[in-house]
């Protein structure tokens, strides 16, 4: 009989999420029945979209939506060898019974010189978002200015790098002065902390006098209205993110985008990575491959223990993460 541990969401979050929104539960989980495996996780992600989608798609006592790249201890299904690696969506657990439906394997070939909890980041979802983001929304070309918040963070980083791949000009910004060196790191023409800038209107004008074409929008709020004027005539708007809006308890108003919508015939769009799912292995083959060779750098905030799972979702709204928040059960 095995134990599984779960993080439970025990009070819907108001506001910033509190550690004492979340019940460490145990649960015995039964034998296993022909057609089944038990996975331990190893490595969990902790991302922005739960924040909302918790508010939206969950009620208390709930467990914690989430994905994770787990282990096969035991297998009785022929399609799934006990040693194996894969990535779930099986929320906040450390043991789980599966039919094996929607579990993605890690190819056998996965290197040896590469995390597995890659394939929750830059190999991963995240890394997805950028790729599918960038090439398919903003349809970015070379030569082309391209301009990212929270690019420091696991999307972003990605975003900044592949537009360097591209052949663009990269503008990024993040909330610290090391997560800006960072940036400077991988390659980014210009970064800026926009906590410390005295004027966001005028950190933007300074690093792109001619505008931007491309805006990869992984923040939302008082950001994006000041970023849209500084739009090039015809240029396009990814809105990827709102992380400045989840815990609002109130809707922010701003600025209506109308205006510079129409006289610069922008083009503005919303997606969601899992509208790509048909072509999640393009992406990720070609993810896996600039990292091996050294074309996209990636950096992971590691928090160890199963048991501090909260605490590395808010530290990660906090902007506490460089790169993609990790937790090593
Ligand atoms: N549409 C889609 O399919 C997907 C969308 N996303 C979205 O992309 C964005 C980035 O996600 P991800 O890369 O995983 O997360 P990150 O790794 O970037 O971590 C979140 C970061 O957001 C920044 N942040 C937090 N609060 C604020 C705020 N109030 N204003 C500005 N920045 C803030 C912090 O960085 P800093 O120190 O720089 O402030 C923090 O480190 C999120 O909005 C997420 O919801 C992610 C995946 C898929
Ligand atoms: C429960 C696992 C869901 C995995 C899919 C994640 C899709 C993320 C979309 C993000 C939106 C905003 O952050």
Not at 136 to 156: D, R
Not at 157 to 164: D, I, N, P, Y
Request: aromatic share 10%.
């Amino acid at each position: 009989m095995v134990t599984a541990k779960v993080w439970v969401l025990k009070k819907h979050f108001e506001g910033f999420p509190k550690p004492s929104d979340f019940d460490l539960k145990k649960i015995e989980l039964p034998s296993l029945q022909n057609g089944e495996l038990l996975l331990e996780s190893v490595f969990l992600s902790v991302d922005p979209y739960m924040r909302p989608y918790s508010q939206r798609d969950m009620k208390e006592g709930d467990i914690m939506i989430g994905t994770q790249v787990a282990r096969i201890v035991e297998s009785k299904n022929p399609a799934f060898a006990v040693g194996a690696f894969v990535v779930a969506n099986s929320g906040w657990r450390s043991h789980f019974i599966s039919d094996g439906k929607g579990l993605h394997l890690l190819p056998s070939s996965w290197p040896e010189s590469l995390p597995k909890s890659l394939a929750l980041g830059t190999v991963g979802m995240p890394g997805l978002t950028a790729y599918f983001g960038l090439f398919e929304v903003c349809k970015m070309k070379p030569g082309e200015t391209v301009l990212v918040n929270a690019a420091a963070g696991a999307v972003g980083s990605v975003v900044g790098q592949l537009a360097k791949i591209g052949g663009c000009k990269v503008v990024g910004c993040a909330g610290s002065d090391d997560k800006v060196a960072y940036l400077k790191k991988l390659g980014f023409d210009e970064a800026f902390n926009y906590k410390t800038v005295t004027s966001l209107d005028e950190a933007l004008s300074k690093a792109s006098p001619d505008g931007y074409d491309c805006f990869f929008d992984n923040v939302g709020g008082e950001f994006s209205s000041v970023a849209i004027n500084h739009m090039k005539k015809h240029g396009r708007i990814a809105v990827c993110g709102a992380i400045s809006q989840y815990n609002d308890s109130v809707p922010q108003k701003g600025p209506y985008v109308q205006i510079p919508m129409i006289f610069k015939e922008l083009r503005m769009e919303g997606f969601i990575v899992t509208r790509w799912n048909n072509r999640r292995e393009e992406g990720q083959k070609a993810l896996l491959k600039w990292v091996l060779e050294g074309k996209v750098k990636f950096h992971e905030q590691v928090t160890e223990g199963f048991e501090n799972m909260p605490a590395a979702f808010i530290g990660m709204l906090r902007g506490e993460n460089l790169g993609k928040a990790i937790v090593k059960v």
